[in-house]
């Protein structure tokens, strides 16, 4: 399998965790805004208690609701890892700690500034896990719906509609120019192939508007129309336990801050 097949896939897999159509069990405006106020409280937190609160609420979640998780995990895991990298250069910084690794390797490192990496690392998968789990669960129809219901300004519905049109359309080119470079290349291995594939990032941001723009106009032009009937907020049962689960969840946040300070 070629690399930029493999980076498709990877994309591929990423577009299906939000791409299910399904009817949801739970009015769609009623999820959003839990899903924002769990993920809002989750961004300012500071007690790792919490974010393993949050990360049970949504395992739980999708356990209940049978939501997909193998995607939305990898995803999680890889963002950790990534954010972790960017906090690198600070854990070496005043070193005041050694560390013993096998084969005779020491590492001296600064101890508050590791944990201030982690925490951050896992503050933002732990909030991007916790919407996500909401996001995945509704998908793209029905997140657009719920945005209409939560009367989201229109102009916002509007461009997140046309992102869901547009983004096939855009992968396709990107698929293009990848396929395109790599049939050139004559001299095989990973370095190279990187070294190489690397060149579309300057086409990508030049052709993107362009791009954008005329998908905008041909959509225009042809009378589609991004309008979504509008519909009030579904209140039963089922919204009224789910409110008090997330509030429940924040009492307990709250709760776990309180007595940290104490």
Not at 126 to 149: D, E, H, M, P
Not at 177 to 188: D, G, K, N
Not at 191 to 203: E, H, K, Q
Request: proline share 3%; charged share 15%; net charge positive.
């Amino acid at each position: 399998m070629s690399l930029s097949e493999k980076f498709l896939r990877k994309v591929a897999d990423v577009l299906e965790v939000f791409s299910i159509d399904r009817i949801p069990k739970i009015d769609p405006a009623v999820m959003i805004f839990c899903g924002l106020l769990l993920t809002f409280f989750t961004s300012f937190s500071y007690s790792f208690l919490v974010y393993l609160l949050y990360i049970s609420f949504s395992f739980v979640f999708m356990i209940v609701l049978r939501a997909d998780y193998r995607r939305l995990l990898v995803l999680t895991i890889s963002w950790f890892f990534f954010v972790f990298a960017i906090f690198l250069p600070i854990i070496f910084e005043n070193p005041n700690t050694t560390i013993f690794l096998p084969f005779g390797i020491t590492l001296t490192i600064n101890k508050d500034n590791l944990m201030t990496a982690l925490k951050s690392a896992l503050r933002t998968s732990t909030a991007i896990l916790t919407f996500g789990v909401f996001l995945s669960y509704l998908g793209w129809r029905n997140i657009a719906i719920g945005l209409k219901k939560l009367r989201m300004p229109n102009k916002l519905i509007f461009m997140f509609t046309f992102f869901l049109k547009f983004l096939p359309y855009h992968i396709r080119h990107l698929a293009r120019l990848l396929f395109a470079r790599e049939s050139r290349i004559i001299v095989r291995g990973y370095r190279r192939y990187w070294f190489v594939l690397s060149t579309i990032i300057a086409d990508l941001l030049i052709n993107s508007t362009y791009l954008a723009q005329r998908f905008a106009l041909g959509l225009q032009s042809r009378c589609f129309s991004f309008d979504i009937e509008k519909t009030s907020i579904k209140i039963t049962y089922k919204e009224i336990l789910f409110l008090f689960v997330a509030f429940l969840m924040i009492s307990l946040h709250m709760a776990i801050e309180f007595l940290m300070v104490i």
